[in-house]
């Protein structure tokens, strides 16, 4: 599956731009994470494209994933970026059993809680931010209420890397589309 087929998909179910750039964040990550693992940068790319893609159509947990995985099929997406999105989902009960599938666990939440600290800066930029300030407000349960922190801690130590590193590498990979996310400031 090639990239444009991929972002076809999420065009044609996704028309609210900020879940389109939540999207493109977890994929930057998850190629970030691929380079650096040495893993198939496209394969994880892809991953991190199609997450959330029924999201707009299957917007609650009884829904999502699980019966976006049908139109993918339908779609021909290869069964092992099918089987990644799932698990991404606790209540799919799809373990995470390869480190790409743990990876996106890992990516999904906290690349919005990223996002969140980065709009609030005065540069409104990820090209200043730090992850000592990802750790600040991650203190404070009132900013961005909704992001699970207990979450985010626990798929960062099943991927197998310390939090504040984690952060660290998540703001570096979001950093590089950061201008089509609309955050360079």
Not at 44 to 56: A, I, M, R
Not at 59 to 81: C, Y
Not at 158 to 181: C, K, Q, T, W, Y
């Amino acid at each position: 599956m090639q990239r444009s087929e991929a972002l076809a998909i999420v065009r044609e179910f996704i028309k609210n731009e900020n879940l389109v750039n939540h999207m493109l964040a977890v994929e930057a990550t998850m190629r970030f994470y691929a380079e650096k693992l040495n893993e198939d940068v496209e394969l994880w790319g892809l991953v991190g494209l199609l997450h959330d893609f029924d999201w707009e159509i299957h917007p609650s947990m009884e829904g999502h994933p699980t019966a976006g995985a049908p139109i993918l099929r339908e779609r021909n997406v290869p069964e092992v970026i099918i089987r990644a999105i799932l698990s991404h989902a606790d209540h799919t009960g799809i373990e995470r059993a390869i480190l790409m599938e743990k990876a996106l666990y890992a990516c999904d939440e906290i690349t919005g809680l990223i996002t969140a600290v980065a709009l609030v800066r005065p540069s409104r930029s990820l090209m200043d931010l730090k992850a000592k300030s990802v750790k600040k407000k991650w203190k404070d349960k009132h900013f961005a209420a909704g992001a699970n922190r207990t979450e985010m801690e626990e798929g960062a130590a099943d991927f197998g890397v310390e939090l504040s590193e984690h952060i660290s590498n998540v703001i570096e990979a979001m950093r590089r589309i950061a201008p089509e996310l609309g955050l360079a400031g």
